[in-house]
């Protein structure tokens, strides 16, 4: 039998799930997403559950989509209805994360991108190991943030510093993280464990219901329409999936070559 794609495992009123694709880099498809939501809709009825934990396995946090999922669609060049599989997948995922009335810490260890970064935006707090790479990765592909990201990286990281990362996918490291507010703390990779738990038992010792309030209020207070937000970046998504450029950005990265744009407008 192959190895679960989500592992999921409870102490202590902690729910730890962990991205488990290491040889991709933990990129998400389909199967892992629904886990994903599966199991923030079982923290959510569970009062034993107060607080989750979402890191990754081997090397890195998340790589974002797993881009061969579209190879074949690519290849013989079908549309792909990249807004269907965003309503379906990341948009349901984000508003899941931003919903749950317990905190969710991101615990971040090596390489962020694409979704993945959008992904560990959502969550509440990010503890980052200070070997974590980051990118946003979407425009070197020839497409916009997804997953909440054209949303979350200018309300976290502010509108000209956000702007700038998604439009140049510029690697950026932990130190650069933690100055921008995406990591709320940098700690030495080999402690990132024990910092997660540190951070997670501060949070478990404050009363639920506090916390619970306080996200919804967060949430009410400055991002009131993130779903509707969801939707329209939908739809942005769609339109640059259409343009050559993109189709051929993920054939050149899984053919492992430079790609060769022609920045046409459309196709
Ligand atoms: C991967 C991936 C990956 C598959 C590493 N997929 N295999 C929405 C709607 C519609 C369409 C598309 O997408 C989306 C949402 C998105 O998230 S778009 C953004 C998708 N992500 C990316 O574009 C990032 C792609 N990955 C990379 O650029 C590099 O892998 C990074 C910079 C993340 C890491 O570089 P390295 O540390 O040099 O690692 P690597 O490239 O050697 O990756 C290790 C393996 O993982 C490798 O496989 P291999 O068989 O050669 O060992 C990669 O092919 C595989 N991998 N990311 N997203």
């Known amino acids: 039998m192959s190895e679960p794609v989500l592992l999921r495992s409870q102490h202590d009123g902690v ?83 931003r919903a749950l009335p317990k905190p969710v810490i991101a615990s971040v260890n090596g390489i962020v991108a694409g979704v993945g970064l959008s992904v560990a935006l959502a969550c509440d707090m990010r503890v980052v190991a200070d070997d974590a790479r ?6 070197r592909i020839g497409l916009v943030p997804d997953g909440g990201g054209s949303y979350l990286l200018p309300l976290i990281a502010g509108f000209g510093r956000g702007l700038e ?17 995406i990591a709320n703390r940098v700690v030495p990779a080999a402690d990132l464990q024990a910092a997660t738990a540190a951070l997670v038992e501060q949070l478990v010792a404050i009363p639920a219901s506090a916390l619970a309030l306080t996200k919804h209020a967060f949430n009410r207070a400055v991002m009131p329409n993130f779903a509707a937000w969801l939707h329209e970046e939908a739809d942005i998504q769609q339109e640059a999936s259409e343009n050559h450029d993109h189709r051929e950005g993920v054939m050149a990265f899984l053919e492992k070559r430079p790609p060769a744009y022609t920045h046409a407008p459309k196709r």
């Open 165 to 181: 990362l998604a439009m140049t996918s510029d690697r950026f490291d932990s130190a650069e993280a933690l100055r921008i507010g």
């Open 134 to 139: 980051f990118t946003v990765g979407f425009s």
């Open 15 to 97: 729910l730890t799930l962990s991205l488990n694709r290491p040889e991709k880099l933990n990129a998400l498809n389909v199967e892992i997403v629904d886990h994903l939501i599966d199991a923030l809709e079982f923290a959510d009825r569970e009062d034993a559950v107060r607080c989750v934990v979402l890191r990754g396995e081997g090397r890195g946090f998340c790589s974002g989509q797993d881009l061969d999922v579209f190879r074949s669609a690519y290849e013989s060049r079908h549309k792909i209805e990249v807004a269907h599989h965003l309503r379906k997948t990341y948009n349901v995922l984000a508003i899941k994360l």
